[in-house]
């Protein structure tokens, strides 16, 4: 398991709102779930992980590696899983999206193309090889997104909201697939279902940690918090 | 999808056209534009019509789609043709007509046979003995670009469709900033995804 450790991390524009105030955590459990309102800051707490975001203030290391020093090496152990999978499928065909992944793993490009099948077929989207990304449907797309991180075996996998889009069924299939990960998973999400298959989970209101414990506890402080708000 | 067929698309086969190597396939294309472009006269316009026709049935493309992605370039062929026609009689009409849909065809055997992955390698190939480019980098730079035209394509019907809902849909305000702002915002979640992907580090 990785050890990511945020000292003092915040993020504040200068002049302008503070987005995350100073957080200090130490995150060692395999399935983390955050939650929390619209524009709380975990969006920002969880891009500070691999360095999309870089703190203000503060650090962010990763297995003792500084995020913002090396954010290449980081990104290496931390794969990052987004909303819309549109946004992050860049190539035209399913086997050609995993293998832009793996370029660097495999020179090779009959190698690459093994391996990408491979990946593919793990993912239930044997036979989809060259049909287009924009062919798939949601769920598809999505569990094809997750594919091409997850392809360079990071150790640490941060989702943000990743089953918003999706349906019920899809929905179920990516959280299988999530929960099923040898690696540390990261969650962020709305779906209290799936918060409560976490080992420990984080509330974020108004750009902090509110609260930081089991998940049924975290779920009825969000409950409060959601209460007090819509009043 | 609407918008799947606007690019030129791999279409998988196994056809001599889709095995040959992405050198060749490229120089020949050269060749063949080239030649449309400078043998002048309608009679070798319609035997360039023939031979491209023959490499589009040789690499087994379905007609269906070629008709779909022929189409609009067909559209401005025609009002060429006939600006052409008005200027300097039908055989140059006739000739610029039939050339720039043998153009059209051309090229769409070679994207049609010729996966982009294959393509991007290739291009590495070539611009990897040059010292002060980065090969992966421009490999990338034409797969993004590839990618940003049936995206952005996508996203205008988006706009477009979420402006007619609300009954603005001549309205250019309405269309054009949400459009733009769109776009820019897909850019930077796209960039922050490639990033996550530490491709291009």
New interface residues.
């Given amino acids: 398991m990785a050890t990511i450790e945020l000292i003092g991390a915040g993020v504040e524009i200068e002049d302008g709102p503070v987005i995350l105030k100073p957080t200090t955590l130490r995150l060692t459990e395999q399935r983390i779930g955050i939650i929390g309102g619209n524009g709380s800051g975990k969006s920002t707490l969880v891009r500070l992980l691999n360095n999309l975001i870089t703190p203000t203030s503060g650090r962010v290391l990763v297995d003792g590696i500084d995020a913002a020093k090396d954010p290449a090496a980081v990104r290496r152990l931390v794969g990052f899983c987004f909303t819309d999978p549109a946004a992050q499928l860049v190539m035209p065909t399913c086997v050609e999206d995993v293998e832009l992944s793996l370029r660097r793993s495999h020179r090779d490009p009959q190698q690459r193309r093994q391996a990408a099948l491979d990946v593919l077929a793990d993912y239930g989207l044997a036979g989809r090889e060259h049909t287009s990304v924009h062919a798939l449907s949601g769920g598809q797309r999505q569990l094809l997104a997750l594919a091409g991180v997850l392809a360079v075996e990071p150790r640490v996998l941060v989702a943000d909201e990743p089953t918003t889009l999706l349906d019920l069924a899809n929905t179920e299939r990516v959280a299988r697939r999530l929960f099923g990960l040898s690696q540390q998973l990261i969650l962020v999400t709305h779906q209290l279902d799936l918060v409560e298959r976490c080992d420990r989970v984080l509330v974020v209101d108004r750009a902090e940690v509110v609260f930081d414990g089991d998940p049924s506890a975290a779920i009825g402080h969000y409950r409060e918090l959601a209460a007090l708000a819509s009043r | 999808?609407r918008?799947?067929n606007l690019?030129g698309?791999?279409q998988?086969g196994n056809s001599p056209l889709h095995r040959l190597g992405v050198g060749p396939k490229l120089a020949g294309l050269a060749v063949l534009s080239i030649s449309i472009v400078a043998v002048r006269g309608a009679l070798s316009a319609l035997v360039f019509a023939a031979i491209t026709a023959a490499l589009a049935g040789w690499a087994r493309l379905r007609w269906r789609s070629l008709w779909r992605q022929t189409r609009p370039v067909l559209l401005i062929a025609i009002v060429v043709g006939a600006f052409q026609w008005w200027l300097s009689g039908p055989d140059r009409a006739v000739e610029s007509l039939i050339d720039l849909v043998c153009l059209t065809l051309a090229a769409l055997v070679v994207t049609a046979t010729t996966?982009?992955?294959?393509m991007l390698?290739a291009i590495v190939r070539w611009c990897e003995p040059v010292p002060w480019i980065d090969a992966?980098r421009v490999a990338l730079l034409l797969?993004?670009a590839?990618?940003a035209v049936?995206?952005s394509i996508?996203l205008a019907h988006e706009t477009k469709d979420a402006a007619s809902a609300r009954g603005l849909g001549n309205n250019p305000r309405a269309l054009l900033s949400p459009f733009v702002i769109r776009m820019v915002a897909?850019a930077q979640?796209?960039g922050?995804?490639?990033?996550?992907?530490?491709?291009g580090?």
């Fill in positions: 999808m918008t799947m690019i698309l791999y998988p996966q982009v992955n294959d390698d992966e797969a993004l590839i990618r049936p995206a996508e897909r979640l796209t922050d995804a490639l990033a996550a992907r530490g491709i580090d």
